[in-house]
């Protein structure tokens, strides 16, 4: 976007992580946020952002509240169509459910239908930036870059990779998947918005060969990013253990072949053993934590007290089509309500559910210097919400005394239905037809 405007609306950010710092939470009632070529150039009081730039013309979002835009950690495009299969657990979800559709993604017709509304799913729930599990077939990941670049959001993401253990229309040769993943990577990776991420699957479908293509892509591109899943359910705890003998834990399989770090993302770690835990955090590697997805498939509760306390970094992920739906909102709801009643209880406040979906997810893919909160210089990625007239949560919000209390009523009752307007470096990729 080039020009300038001047937004006027409450506004909430966080410029660190609330629960180490309470400072570093930002809550502006009558707020004004400058924007100007893309880039937030100051953010502050309505009147004193106004007193310095009066000619700027005021965008008057006033009875709404602007955040920054959400960040969705741990999201599969292939199972947009898989959301509300309810009762199973993970490994026959995935062979009744997930597997036979992602399966259907060889189709590059319904795969380009699929990322498109995949997309902009994301993006109707307030979602700019998503790091998400492309397909096992590349023609079906290309789409999933094309769409994202085509509706203007921020997303990592990467061929997945497997060569067992799922079914053969959806396994690779390590020859195909380096051949392949090089190709996706030299096409989309740091191109616009869009960053690549080796995408091994789980440990369990990928054999020692594949896990070593992995390495070696990570060596030879060191910006590109890394994701997969960890210690979800107990059975594949098991299974993995008795694939790779020689590991410590699940972890270890990761580590040995240089997966962890600053750059990989993780989901899930709901059977996380202490020393993994303090491993995690050693490397710098993120756990997305998908809080639905642990509830629906029955995976546990996630064990959020012992990884904060020893300093793991946390983000959450919507894990669609294992988790519920798209909203990072939702997400960080179903996280405090889990947390309250987890075996080690602990309280998430309002400031850190907005953190934890948005400045942590910034962070943990590494782009804390560009998007997540609203300093000045940062990309313009915001999401304007207003609920409608007649909602449950406008009626909240006229009783609302504080702006605490704003904050934990829209956590817990804005949808997509009071997403009004999404933007990604100032552009708009998503507005309500609601007026
Ligand atoms: N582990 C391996 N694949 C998947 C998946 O698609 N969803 C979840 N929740 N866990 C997985
Ligand atoms: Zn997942």
Not at 213 to 224: A, G, H
Not at 239 to 255: K, R, S
Request: aromatic share 6%; hydrophobic share 45%; proline share 4%.
């Amino acid at each position: 976007m080039t020009g300038a405007e001047l937004i006027r609306s409450t506004i909430f950010h966080t410029t660190g992580d609330p629960y180490r710092d309470s400072q570093t939470f930002v809550a502006i009632d009558d707020g004004g946020l400058l924007v100007r070529d893309g880039r937030i150039a100051a953010c502050g009081d309505f009147a004193a952002v106004r007193a310095a730039h009066a000619d700027v013309p005021v965008t008057d979002w006033r009875g709404g509240y602007v955040l920054p835009g959400l960040v969705d950690t741990h999201v599969h495009f292939p199972q947009l169509r898989v959301i509300g299969h309810l009762g199973g657990s993970l490994l026959d979800w995935l062979e009744r459910a997930a597997l036979p559709e992602e399966t259907r993604m060889a189709d590059v017709t319904y795969a380009r239908d699929t990322a498109r509304r995949f997309v902009r799913a994301l993006v109707s729930h307030g979602t700019t930036t998503a790091s998400v599990f492309g397909a096992h077939f590349a023609p079906a990941t290309a789409e999933l870059f094309d769409a994202a670049e085509v509706i203007g959001m921020r997303i990592a993401a990467g061929l997945v990779l497997s060569d067992r253990r799922l079914r053969p229309e959806l396994h690779t040769t390590v020859e195909t998947a380096y051949r392949e993943s090089t190709t996706l990577i030299g096409r989309y990776h740091g191109h616009g918005r869009a960053l690549y991420s080796v995408t091994p699957r789980f440990a369990l479908s990928a054999s020692e060969a594949m896990l070593e293509v992995c390495q070696t892509l990570m060596r030879e591109q060191p910006s590109i990013r890394c994701q997969s899943h960890i210690n979800e359910q107990r059975d594949e705890i098991g299974a993995v253990a008795t694939l790779f003998p020689w590991a410590e834990d699940y972890l270890g399989v990761y580590e040995r072949f240089g997966l962890v770090g600053d750059r990989t993302i993780l989901a899930h770690d709901v059977h996380a053993t202490a020393s993994e835990i303090e491993r995690l955090a050693d490397s710098g590697t993120t756990v997305a934590h998908c809080p639905a997805s642990n509830a629906a498939l029955g995976s546990g509760i996630f064990p959020f007290r012992r990884h904060l306390e020893a300093g793991v970094r946390c983000a959450l992920g919507t894990d669609v089509g294992g988790g519920v739906g798209f909203g990072v909102l939702k997400e960080a709801l179903q996280a405090y309500l889990m947390q309250r009643s987890a075996p080690e209880p602990m309280v998430l406040t309002p400031p850190h559910l907005l953190y934890l979906a948005t400045r942590a997810g910034a962070e943990a893919l590494g782009l804390a210097h560009l998007i997540g909160d609203f300093e000045t210089g940062k990309a313009a990625d915001l999401v304007y919400l207003r609920p409608p007239e007649d909602s449950v949560l406008a009626d909240v919000l006229r009783g609302a005394r504080d702006l605490d209390r704003v904050l934990s009523a829209l956590i817990t009752l804005a949808g997509a239905e009071s997403i009004r307007d999404v933007r990604v470096d100032g552009d708009v990729v998503y507005r309500s037809e609601v007026a």
